[in-house]
């Protein structure tokens, strides 16, 4: 009924626009084109390929300038700084980002100024700066009544949650209180976002590693894992591989934790987190002291061993 209805309208609009010149509007090809290159560029992002969006993203901003689109200007400005962000090239982050916000000023887009806010904070974060960032976030998280949002969190804050949780660990401070606050958050949003839900399952993870409980812990790692193999997520994958590995080099299961760091490194060797894989692949050798040659030795065909259970206390 709605597609009838749609379809319906689309004819009369058609029928209007014949009858008021005989010339169908359509939007310019330079219009066309930098929306273009704006899809390309989200195409490429979801991949994670980084410098395809940086290409495609830029080529969009050259041609918004050219017909001083405003708007189309701020939004590549906002994905060029989410691109700078993934490499960590905080110079090109922090010179979008100040370029996006001269543009809200003299021009007021309420909607884009909370998503570069979150991006300030998420910049801030990345870089250690522990107070700016939680400051930062303040203003884009919901009130929340003991554990419970007070209204339904839309994507910003649910995203603001996510890395308010990511403080809370970083400071061992609250972290049980944030994770249940997440999980609440997310249980009553509208949204369906893989990406949410298997952050929330690695932050229950941590905080099952902090509580002795390496099964569950190693579980809940798994079922994130899937969620981003299922939707083709090169950085989710490469960032859980990892993740499980230091659940197995805590275990001091080292042949697992080199096989969990060596499969990050292979899932998505253009990124920073091969980087971190390969130091803590070095601190694995140096703590079980076996050579790199001997952690590359193949298992001798035994099943691989679950993590070694430590007293809960």
Request: aromatic residues 8%.
């Given at each position: 009924?709605?597609?009838?209805?749609?379809?319906?309208?689309?004819?009369?609009?058609?029928?209007?626009?014949?009858?008021?010149?005989?010339?169908i509007?359509?939007?310019?090809?330079?219009?066309?084109?930098?929306?273009?290159?704006?899809?390309?560029?989200?195409?490429?992002?979801?991949?994670?390929?980084?410098?395809?969006?940086?290409?495609?993203?830029?080529?969009?901003?050259?041609?918004?300038?050219?017909?001083?689109?405003?708007?189309g200007?701020?939004?590549?400005?906002?994905?060029?700084?989410?691109?700078?962000?993934?490499?960590?090239?905080?110079?090109?982050?922090?010179?979008?980002?100040?370029?996006?916000?001269?543009?809200?000023?003299?021009?007021?887009?309420?909607?884009?100024?909370?998503?570069?806010?979150?991006?300030?904070?998420?910049?801030?974060?990345?870089?250690?700066?522990?107070?700016?960032?939680?400051?930062?976030?303040?203003?884009l998280?919901?009130v929340?009544?003991?554990?419970?949002?007070?209204?339904?969190?839309?994507?910003?804050?649910?995203?603001?949650?996510?890395?308010?949780?990511?403080?809370?660990?970083?400071?061992?401070?609250?972290?049980?209180?944030?994770?249940?606050?997440y999980?609440?958050?997310?249980?009553?949003?509208?949204?369906?976002?893989?990406?949410?839900?298997?952050?929330?399952?690695?932050?229950?993870?941590?905080?099952?590693?902090?509580?002795?409980?390496?099964?569950?812990?190693?579980?809940?790692?798994?079922?994130?894992?899937?969620?981003?193999?299922?939707?083709?997520?090169?950085?989710?994958?490469?960032?859980?591989?990892?993740?499980?590995?230091?659940?197995?080099?805590?275990?001091?299961?080292?042949?697992?934790?080199?096989?969990?760091?060596?499969?990050?490194?292979?899932?998505?060797?253009?990124?920073?987190?091969?980087?971190?894989?390969?130091?803590?692949?070095?601190?694995?050798?140096?703590?079980?002291?076996?050579?790199?040659?001997?952690?590359?030795?193949?298992?001798?065909?035994r099943?691989?061993?679950?993590?070694?259970?430590?007293?809960?206390?």
């Amino acid at each position: 009924m709605i597609k009838r209805s749609l379809i319906f309208c689309l004819l009369c609009l058609n029928f209007v626009l014949i009858g008021c010149g005989g010339h169908i509007v359509s939007k310019p090809t330079v219009l066309l084109d930098a929306e273009n290159y704006t899809n390309e560029g989200m195409q490429a992002f979801a991949e994670s390929n980084w410098q395809q969006a940086e290409r495609f993203f830029a080529k969009a901003l050259s041609l918004y300038q050219g017909i001083d689109d405003q708007q189309g200007v701020l939004q590549s400005h906002i994905n060029l700084a989410e691109v700078a962000l993934s490499v960590r090239d905080y110079q090109a982050s922090q010179r979008h980002l100040d370029q996006a916000t001269a543009i809200i000023r003299t021009k007021p887009l309420s909607p884009y100024q909370q998503r570069i806010a979150l991006l300030y904070a998420l910049q801030a974060l990345q870089q250690k700066h522990i107070f700016q960032a939680e400051h930062l976030l303040l203003s884009l998280l919901p009130v929340f009544h003991n554990s419970t949002p007070a209204t339904i969190p839309d994507a910003i804050q649910m995203s603001a949650i996510a890395n308010r949780t990511r403080i809370a660990f970083m400071n061992n401070q609250d972290e049980a209180l944030w994770v249940l606050r997440y999980a609440k958050a997310l249980k009553i949003s509208d949204i369906k976002d893989y990406d949410l839900e298997a952050r929330l399952l690695r932050f229950q993870s941590g905080l099952l590693q902090s509580q002795g409980d390496y099964d569950t812990s190693e579980a809940k790692l798994q079922q994130a894992l899937a969620l981003y193999k299922n939707n083709f997520s090169r950085t989710g994958i490469a960032v859980t591989l990892f993740e499980l590995g230091l659940l197995y080099r805590h275990q001091a299961q080292w042949r697992d934790a080199r096989d969990y760091f060596n499969r990050s490194i292979a899932v998505s060797p253009s990124s920073r987190n091969p980087a971190r894989s390969r130091s803590a692949l070095l601190r694995t050798s140096r703590a079980s002291g076996l050579s790199s040659a001997a952690l590359s030795t193949p298992h001798s065909g035994r099943a691989r061993s679950k993590p070694m259970r430590s007293s809960s206390d």
